[in-house]
């Protein structure tokens, strides 16, 4: 009985025991499960709460704000439908490639999985392709790797639609990644590539491999470009077939005499290493370019024979004729204000100047050159008129088909089947880009396709046929949409890409409208501009002003379009306290007329900087609210260079000036794009002298950052080296932030973009303090 009673005291403490533990366990467990559920609460209220509110990590850190871009389409059967790459089911990550019908379905004509390449379990990776010309195959570009700008190394595949065969180009000696620019012959037999800087042509059917060059090198280069004329020229696919197949036609680039400038890589290895670049500065003679033609079976290369030094000339643009038997060239010599259009015998190299346009100031190469009526006329786009004007060329004789007295931006589509011209102008609005057309006869008048009611920025990839068009368009604060329609009725036959996440997120966010305006240069020139108020605008303060600048022939700021995530940064400045601004000073590519365009030839630097202090003065006139001792300016590349500019010219208008990559020599920069611009310096020393920023280093008043990619192949960061010298002679104080080894865009490497902004919003907010200031006196007081 007592050992009972004992068992049973034991069973009740043990159970008292045991519960006790359990209540202290169950109140543990709730005590951190409220403490998970309050944390969970606190981190949702930080960071995913407010979406109205905007920060660096959110813009640059994130992918909420990722825009997607228009489908790679393909047009077949002269326009009736087209071919696009849309996500395999699959395969998750890889393509399937698919033929549409507007207005009627589509279907899947090559598989994701049919990309498999022997051995291997994944498909191939599409990122770009073209069909042969009777569409029986496809060429698949994969593996590619940058070549200065873009990705233009690779290797290609050839897919044949019948057989369901998929074969690598390039045969056993290519190494990955090495391919250039494959393309069909035009019977789809062939496709010749660029490997290593020598020329080939590869049977499809026995595979046989022909180089058609052999002596090419880093110096000398076949069937493509070196650095200046990838990037001034945007040449990069230096070989062409000639229509009947039978020949190629390249370009060959003797860069032997051209300097390399040395960058250093510091950070990559224990001992540091050279960066060697091809790189001809302003007053060097640029590289040699030749064009050959050589058959396609192989032999030896005629060299077309130009008149005058090669090494004073440029060689920009090349087609050939209908009959295969001549190519159509156009021959621009240094100074870039004569344009020899000229046409060369295929089998003797004979040369014959059918055509030639000159300037007083610089001229731009023509893209838009192709021939009409079986090769007895050409189509051509000069300012010689005062306006840009598209034109065609017969036997020497001009007839413009664009309307006079407006400037015809660009041509989308030139169909003589159809008797239409389809171009892009915004004869009304500097900011804004529409679709027109108008009879080929330049007869009637021109007829706007872009709906009225869709104002914006709007671009187009019309069909052959032109019965439809790839439509993009966007405002100042709205992403990018996608669309198919019809023309000319401009309807939507399916909306490709709607960026409706993109455009959720930005709605959300406390931003304010863009708006645009105009003042008054003091010669009574019109500048335009826009401004983005803070998000508490009071009408009654004083704001900071930010001007965001560029200023340069390269492209506009002020536009009505989507900005991306400079866009988005402004709008995060607007939340703190500041305005946002831009003007466009003269010089810029906008539609106003070529005295607008090419008043600021010998004066870059020069006539920009006066137009945009004069553009700030009539603001800080115009708008009450305007805090005129908070003016702060900052801009990239050539803004880089305006920044500097306005900085060391009027330093009493702007207090902060934040450049990134910026010119500040003229003659360190690229001999193409600056002596266009700028003349020889050879023969126009005054113009380098007058035009390069760091000439007025020693009048810095206010506050400056200076940032750099120590990695820049464009804008080389001598250039921020030499400034700093300069700016340490005149005992002026400066802030500055060299990034290792990033190249002129400051993105490589991980969170290069979100520190790069971190960088400029803290320097912003330590040296032009954001928020209004009290500036009227109130009613009542």
Partial sequence: ??????????????????????????????????????????????TGQDNSKLNLERIFSSSEFRIKQAPK??????????????????????????????????????????????????????????????????????????VWRLNTKGDYWVYDVESKKLEKLGGPDAKPSTLMFAKFSPDGSRVGYVREHNVYVEDLASHSIRALTTDGTEKVINGTFDWVYEEEFRCRDGFRWSPDGSKIAYWRIDATYIRNFLMINTTDSVYSYTVPVQYPKAGEKPSEAKIGVVNADGGETTWMNFPGDPSNNYLPRMIWAPDSKSLLVQHLNRPQNLNRVTSCDVLTGATNIIYEDKETAWLDVVNDFQFLDNGKSFTWVTQKSGWKAAYIITNGEEKRISPDGLDMMSISLLSETSDWLYYIASPENATQRYLYRIKMSGKGKAQRVTPDDQPGWHQYQVAPNAKYAVHSYSLAGQPW???????????????????????SSVKEVDRPKVEFFDVKASDGVTLECWMMKPTDFDPNKKYPVLFYVYGEPAG???????????????????????????????????????????????????????????????????????????????????????????????????????????????????????????????????????????????????????????GDDNVHYQHTEQLVNKLIEHNKIFSMMAYPNRTHSIREGVNTSRHLREILTRYLNDNLPAGGREWKIQSGN
């Fill in 73 to 146: 389409l393909r047009w077949f059967d002269s326009g009736n439908s087209y071919t696009t790459l849309e996500p395999s089911i699959e395969h998750q990550d890889r393509f399937d490639l698919v033929s549409n019908q507007p207005g009627e379905g589509s279907n899947i004509l090559i598989r994701a999985a049919d990309l498999i390449p022997e051995g291997e379990e994944m498909p191939l990776e599409i990122e770009n392709y073209e069909w042969s010309g009777d569409k029986s195959k496809v060429l698949i570009y994969t593996n590619s790797v940058k």
């Fill in 1 to 46: 009985m007592v050992r009972f009673q004992r068992d049973l005291w034991e069973i009740r403490s043990i159970s008292f025991a045991l519960n006790t533990y359990l209540y202290f366990l169950t109140f543990d467990i709730m005590k951190r499960i409220l403490t998970f559920l309050f944390l969970i609460g606190s981190f949702l209220t930080s």
């Fill in 481 to 503: 949409i996608h669309e198919l329609v019809s023309l000319p009725d401009h309807k939507v036959i399916q909306t490709l890409v709607t960026n409706d996440e993109l455009s």
């Fill in 556 to 710: 506009q700021t002020v536009v009505d379009r989507w900005g991306g995530n400079n866009y988005l940064w402004h709008t995060m400045l607007t939340q703190q306290g500041y305005i946002v601004m831009s003007v466009e000073n003269r010089g810029t590519p906008g539609p106003k007329g070529r005295e607008w365009r090419k008043s600021v030839y010998g004066q870059i630097g020069v006539q920009s900087s006066k137009d945009q202090s004069e553009g700030a003065l009539a603001i800080i006139e115009k708008f009450d609210f305007v805090d005129e001792e908070r003016i702060g300016i900052w801009g990239w590349s050539g803004g880089g260079a305006m920044t500097l500019n306005m900085m060391f010219r009027y330093p009493e208008i702007y207090k902060t000036g934040m450049s990134v990559a910026p010119v500040t020599n003229q003659l360190l920069y690229d001999n193409i794009y600056q002596e266009r611009y700028s003349g020889v310096p050879q023969l126009m020393p005054e113009s380098y002298e007058k035009g390069s920023a760091i000439n007025f280093a020693q009048n810095l008043k206010g506050n400056l950052l200076l940032v750099h990619g120590t």
